[in-house]
């Protein structure tokens, strides 16, 4: 984990570090610290769609429906086609 930390320090524009990270906090279920990793991300890169839809899914499994549609929706306008599947299946809900 601390190896993904030190990445991210060293490039805070990583991408795959983030990846890592959120992998390694969910078997944990520690979604909020991962929403706040890829809110980290996001503010340096707010054009990379597969961010809002990893943030998105973090925030869905925390039980925030409302913001997961949000980043879907960001997703989808971004050209990612996933956030805008998930985007019709829950916002139907």
Not at 70 to 87: F, I, P, S, T, Y
Request: one cysteine or more.
């Amino acid at each position: 984990f601390q190896d993904f930390l030190q990445a991210i320090d060293f490039d805070p524009e990583y991408f795959d570090a983030y990846l890592h990270i959120d992998y390694l906090l969910a078997k944990e279920s520690r979604y909020l610290e991962i929403i706040t990793h890829w809110s980290a991300y996001i503010q340096r890169a707010d054009t990379n769609g597969r961010a809002y839809l990893e943030r998105g899914g973090a925030y869905f499994r925390s039980g925030k429906i409302d913001p997961a549609l949000k980043d879907a929706k960001r997703a989808c306008d971004l050209g990612e086609e996933h956030g805008c599947q998930l985007l019709l299946k829950y916002s139907n809900q």
